[in-house]
């Protein structure tokens, strides 16, 4: 026996250097693998957040109408203007639709516009630091249809044309960046969208999110369609409906076409348009996931890996211990023992 145990007094014994950098390894794999996951969790937490976020008007039960009716000449937008017109009309009378409206500028979508602004009657501000909004040109009926609530003063009617003085709707931020604690409502507005010519604010509005539920809610500055008619023909149609918004888009489209036959229509919801519109974080989070998934699949091998090979090089070892009595519980504890200090580790450096 003493001749046997001299022969095999080096089986069991590993090399401290290799098990220190097979170790460091397992450990890194663990510290990259919980940074993943903490990331991926992040962005799942956000995507969450997005989708359950306000956007100042309700999505549901709203079906959207890219409409594109062609013009070039001030004639042909006069004309596409009372087109709309007769469109919403029609419209709002199809079974299931309880409104429906057009605008320039409408919330996720393509078309719009910006730019600086000038008041009269607000606060003074600095040449250097001139007000900056979004700006939409919206049919009466626009803020019913989306459910923007209206905070003060009035929309848009019928006694709004291009023959009647020029009106203008602000959102809330608008409002405070420009006339702070003072009613707005009567007070002097202009922008360079087509016209340098004032207009009166009539009413103030909720503030919406424009480009996606990641963005923080902005002034906002709505004029009428009928007074800026070249930027009428080339809008969404929004219908709040009472059934399911695309059981409605046949009979729509008929109605539209019953109107203008030449207008280039694409049908889509709200919700899908707010849905579209966070699909790079969707996409990130997706990515993120997937990666922390096999990260943490490898990282579980890896610690398997390295226990496993630990084991069979301490057979030797571990059956001398029992041999000597040892028991089974202590000796499996103590190997899981090292593999949940690999995991500490790595956690800790992770959370580093």
Partial sequence: PAEALKQNILRGMNSKRSTALRNSLVVAEVAATFVLSVGAGLL????????????????????????????????DYRRALQQFKEMFTKLTAIPGVEHAAGIMGLPTGEYGSNGYYEIQGGMSISLDDKPWALFSVASPGYFRAMEIPMKRGRDFGTQDTDKSAL????????????????????????????????MTIVGVVSDVRQSSPADKPGP??????????????????????????????STAQRTIRSVNPLAALRFTTMDRMVSNSVAAHRFRAVLTVGFA?????????????????????????????MA???????????????????AVWGIAIGLG
């Fill in 44 to 75: 799942l937490h956000t995507m969450m957040e997005l989708t359950a976020r306000d956007m100042g008007y309700d999505t549901r039960q709203l079906l959207v109408v890219d409409a594109d009716v062609p013009a070039h000449a001030d004639e």
């Fill in 167 to 198: 009106v203008a709707v602000i959102s809330e931020s608008l409002a405070r960046q420009s006339f702070g604690d003072v009613d707005p409502v009567g007070k002097q507005i202009r922008c360079g969208l087509d016209t340098d010519k004032w």
């Fill in 220 to 249: 906002a500055l709505y004029m009428p369609m009928a007074q800026h008619p070249t930027y009428a023909n080339q809008i969404h149609i929004v219908l709040r409906t009472r059934v399911k918004p695309l059981s409605v888009i």
């Fill in 293 to 321: 998934l096999v990260a943490l699949l490898l990282a579980t091998m890896g610690v398997y890996g390295t226990i496993a090979y630990t084991v069979t090089q301490r057979t030797f070892e571990i059956g001398i211990r």
């Fill in 324 to 342: 000597f009595g040892a028991d089974k519980f202590v000796i499996m504890l103590d190997v899981v023992k090292g593999a949940a200090w690999l």
